[in-house]
């Protein structure tokens, strides 16, 4: 009886029937296939050149439009305004280097 309960055992541990390859396993491989060269490429880089590897990584992410125009409201008089290099008119303060992640 024990003999026959460990060849059991023994068959369902390596079924005959199941392919080896699944499409689970193939899609696993192919990412590590091409997610540990590129990672290790991306790791390797940002130590060697760190300013360029934050500019290249900030360009990625950076928005291309132009700077917006925006008023800035605790500048309330013309004399301050242009103190700061900016322009009044409309009774505002005007800024034309406003970032929109400011």
């Given at each position: 009886?024990?003999?026959?309960?460990?060849?059991?055992?023994?068959?369902?541990?390596?079924?005959?029937?199941?392919?080896?390859?699944?499409f689970?396993k193939?899609?696993?491989g192919?990412?590590?296939?091409?997610?540990?060269?590129?990672?290790?490429?991306?790791?390797?880089?940002?130590?060697?050149?760190?300013?360029?590897?934050?500019?290249?990584?900030?360009?990625?992410?950076?928005?291309?439009?132009?700077?917006?125009?925006?008023?800035?409201?605790?500048?309330?008089?013309?004399?301050?305004?242009?103190?700061?290099?900016?322009?009044?008119?409309?009774?505002?303060?005007?800024?034309?280097?406003?970032?929109?992640?400011?």
């Amino acid at each position: 009886m024990l003999s026959n309960f460990k060849a059991k055992k023994k068959n369902q541990r390596f079924p005959t029937d199941k392919p080896f390859w699944t499409f689970n396993k193939i899609v696993l491989g192919l990412a590590l296939f091409l997610g540990l060269p590129i990672s290790t490429f991306i790791i390797i880089y940002s130590l060697f050149y760190p300013a360029s590897s934050s500019a290249l990584f900030s360009s990625l992410t950076s928005n291309k439009q132009s700077p917006y125009a925006t008023s800035i409201p605790w500048i309330d008089n013309a004399a301050e305004c242009q103190d700061t290099q900016r322009e009044w008119h409309d009774n505002k303060c005007w800024d034309k280097e406003h970032s929109p992640s400011f």
